[in-house]
T-cell receptor, first 118, second 114 residues
């Protein structure tokens, strides 16, 4: 089974631009979560999508948004990029059932997209 | 609210020596606890998880962790370090109330000396 894939792996943008990152979960996984990893703030939760709906959200400004498609693939978008948005963005998928709250199913992480904002 | 504290941002061990990485958590409800490892330029890989079954949890690559409720700890150990254990390790907590959100500790980078 293929793992979580993220594209692109590396990205360089300039301040003020916007960027879209893509995540393809493991086949059959319906939950996709996004995390930002920086040396200063560590790993921080951005948001989670399940069945095309945002189910949970972290404490990030509205410039950070995401969506999920019917095939569970997810994208996250960052508008009006700032220098501080430079980070490794990690996507994770998990096998969730229909019942809420979610179980403790393992989250499988992709290799990440390294975004550099100049 | 849930939080995780990892004591020591860097740990240096000799090959063959005990690896001990400390993790303390704060949670008002029963937590699910995880240890992840991250190798350079890679994502996170699950080492092991505690889900309220056995308090001593065995994971991959010879790692294990013990859940101690009285100490709110979930320390990670490995009896004998290998060079391949050099990586960054993250402790994480999750609760039903927080959904699928993982809250991570600051990470501990392990250096293994030959």
């Amino acid at each position: 089974k293929a793992g979580v894939t993220q594209t692109p792996r590396y990205l360089i943008k300039t301040r003020g631009q916007q960027v879209t990152l893509s995540c393809s979960p493991i086949s059959g996984h319906r939950s996709v979560s996004w995390y930002q990893q920086t040396p200063g703030q560590g790993l921080q939760f951005l948001f989670e999508y399940f069945s095309e709906t945002q189910r949970n959200k972290g404490n990030f400004p509205g410039r950070f948004s995401g969506r999920q498609f019917s095939n569970s693939r997810s994208e996250m978008n960052v508008s009006t990029l700032e220098l501080g948005d430079s980070a490794l963005y990690l996507c994770a998928s998990s096998l969730e059932g229909l019942a809420a709250p979610p179980s403790y199913n393992e989250q499988f992480f992709g290799p990440g997209t390294r975004l550099t904002v100049l | 609210a849930q939080s995780v504290t990892q004591l020591g941002s860097h740990v240096s061990v000799s090959e063959g020596a005990l690896v001990l990485l400390r993790c303390n958590y704060s949670s008002s409800v029963p937590p699910y606890l995880f240890w992840y490892v991250q190798y350079p330029n890679q994502g996170l890989q699950l080492l092991l998880k505690y889900t309220s079954a056995a308090t001593l949890v065995k994971g991959i690559n010879g790692f294990e962790a013990e859940f101690k409720k009285s100490e709110t700890s979930f320390h990670l150990t490995k009896p004998s370090a290998h060079m391949s254990d050099a990586a960054e390790y993250f402790c994480a907590v999750r609760t039903k109330a927080a959904g699928n959100k993982l809250t991570f500790g600051g990470g501990t980078r392990v250096l293994v000396k030959p």
